[in-house]
Structure formats: C-alpha cells, structure tokens
C-alpha cells in the first residue's frame, strides 16, 4: 500500500484545494492530510479565516481525503518519522528552492519520493480573502 501526505492550511477551501487532494489521491491508496494548527499558523504571523476544527472538518470531508491530522509543526521529517509515508505532495511555488532542496535529500535517504504540484492559476486563499476584504470596505 503506498501512503501519501501532504499539508496546508486549508483555509477558505477552493478549487486548488481540491485539485491538489485529487491529484494526490490518484497517486496513492491512502492520503493523509495535514491540516496546520491556528497556533502555527499564527506563528507564520497570520490569522486564518476559518478555525482550525472547522478547517479539519471540511478537508477530512472531501472524497479525495482517508485521514485528516492536525500539522502543528513545519517538521515534515518529524511527520515521516510518526507517518512512514511513502510519496509527500507539495506546491511547485517550493521546487528548487533551497530550504526543499535539503528536505528532499532527507527524504531520498529514506526513500520518499517528494511530488510537486502547480498551484491552480487564479486562485488562493490569499486573493480570496483580499478580494473579501476589498468588499468589505467598500460596503462600509
């Protein structure tokens, strides 16, 4: 059985996020997916819309999805290490970037091959949630 894992905060669930979980599933038989925790989140000095449970549930609801734990750490190799996972999917927006590059030598060492997906053209939660906001003040 090959295990996948991927991560994300998840929040204002949209079409990328569904692309990525289907995509992920299509190369595994189980998907874990790891939600990041409001306190990691807040480590990264933002707020996330939708609270962390919500955030679970809604992933841990989609079709594409087998078991759903929360990421409260940016440790991918402390992930593997409770996990064993076999294939972990991220966005390309971290290929060849220097910190990836040295997670994916540590993941070669034992085996886990590192996928990299595009991000789905034209939407995020960062627009979303600025275009939000954009509407928000404009109603004011």
């Avoid at 929040?11 to 996020?17: E, P, R, S, V």
């Avoid at 997916?33 to 480590?43: A, F, I, K, P, R």
């Avoid at 440790?75 to 997670?103: C, H, P, S, Y």
Wanted: charged content about 30%; overall charge neutral; proline content about 3%.
């Amino acid at each position: 059985m090959k295990i996948g894992y991927t991560t994300g905060v998840f929040d204002l669930f949209h079409i990328g996020h569904v692309n990525l979980l289907r995509n992920a599933k299509s190369m595994c038989d189980k998907l874990i997916v790891g939600v990041t925790t409001d306190e990691l989140v807040s480590y990264k000095n933002k707020k996330a819309v939708i609270p962390f449970e919500e955030r679970a549930e809604i992933v841990r609801n989609c079709k594409h999805v087998d078991v759903v734990i929360p990421q409260p750490s940016m440790d991918k190799f402390e992930a593997w290490q409770k996990l064993r996972f076999d294939i972990m999917f991220v966005g390309d927006d971290w290929f060849n970037t220097d910190k990836w590059k040295d997670i994916q030598a540590q993941f070669e060492e034992v085996g886990v091959k590192i996928v990299y997906f595009p991000y789905t053209k034209g939407t995020s939660s960062t627009i979303l949630n600025e275009t939000l906001e954009r509407l928000r003040e404009s109603n004011k």
